[in-house]
T-cell receptor, first 115, second 115 residues
Framework: DTGVSQNPRHKITKRGQNVTFRCDPI?????LYWYRQTLGQGPEFLTY????????KSRLLSDRFSAERPKGSFSTLEIQRTEQGDSAMYLC?????????????FGPGTRLLVL | KQEVTQIPAALSVPEGENLVLNCSFT??????LQWFRQDPGKGLTSLLL?????REQTSGRLNASLDKSSGRSTLYIAASQPGDSATYLC??????????????FGKGTKLSVKP
């Protein structure tokens, strides 16, 4: 169990550029979540996958955002035509659901700065 | 709509003190409640998970309680140490509404333990 990993850890980009983040969950975890956190706030849910199926998307996830988990393992989050308001920490979490008990384990996050 | 509130927003204590962090939530229909620790610029570390049928969980110097009917949870830290300095986040996993799996977070309590 090596934990949830995310790459890159930091990304600086210019407004209008596209960026892609990667998340590798804990092996055998069937659920994978993406959250966004801005300064002084708690994380806010963006979307989640059960295996390779994307089951829920938040209203925060505009058309410029897309997430994939093609083989039910790693996931990517792409932001097209970035805006300064996209600057935030993007957190990935994974879990293995057992009945009503689900502990989400978070990665170190990708900090995005849009200039 | 489920909302999570954490009070106080910030807390400073001398080393060795016992302390309590508070979390309240508006809808008692939850699967579980999870406490996290976040160091500056880092991801989240899961501390304790309390299922809705439980009243408390303990791990080392940490004890978390849950009163679902009143919508409250507390995190008790015994004999605080400077290494406990971090932001502590409370999150609930709602049973109804919204996503099946996403956590709803409070804004956190920033704890500073002075040597």
């Amino acid at each position: 169990d090596t934990g949830v990993s995310q790459n890159p850890r930091h990304k600086i980009t210019k407004r209008g550029q596209n960026v892609t983040f990667r998340c590798d969950p804990i092996s055998e975890h069937n659920r994978l979540y993406w959250y966004r956190q801005t300064l002084g706030q708690g994380p806010e849910f963006l979307t989640y996958f059960q295996n390779e199926a994307q089951l829920e998307k938040s209203r925060l996830l505009s058309d410029r955002f897309s997430a994939e988990r093609p083989k039910g393992s790693f996931s990517t989050l792409e932001i097209q035509r970035t805006e300064q308001g996209d600057s935030a920490m993007y957190l990935c979490a994974s879990s293995r659901v057992a009945g009503d008990k689900e502990t989400q384990y978070f990665g170190p996050g990708t900090r995005l700065l849009v200039l | 709509k489920q909302e999570v509130t954490q009070i106080p927003a910030a807390l400073s204590v001398p080393e060795g003190e016992n302390l309590v962090l508070n979390c309240s939530f508006t809808d008692s229909a939850i699967y579980n409640l999870q406490w996290f620790r976040q160091d500056p610029g880092k991801g989240l570390t899961s501390l304790l998970l309390i299922q809705s049928s439980q009243r408390e969980q303990t791990s080392g110097r940490l004890n978390a309680s849950l009163d679902k009917s009143s919508g409250r949870s507390t995190l008790y830290i015994a004999a605080s140490q400077p290494g406990d300095s971090a932001t502590y986040l409370c999150a609930v996993h709602p049973r109804y509404g919204g996503s099946q799996g996403n956590l709803i977070f409070g804004k956190g309590t920033k704890l500073s333990v002075k040597p």
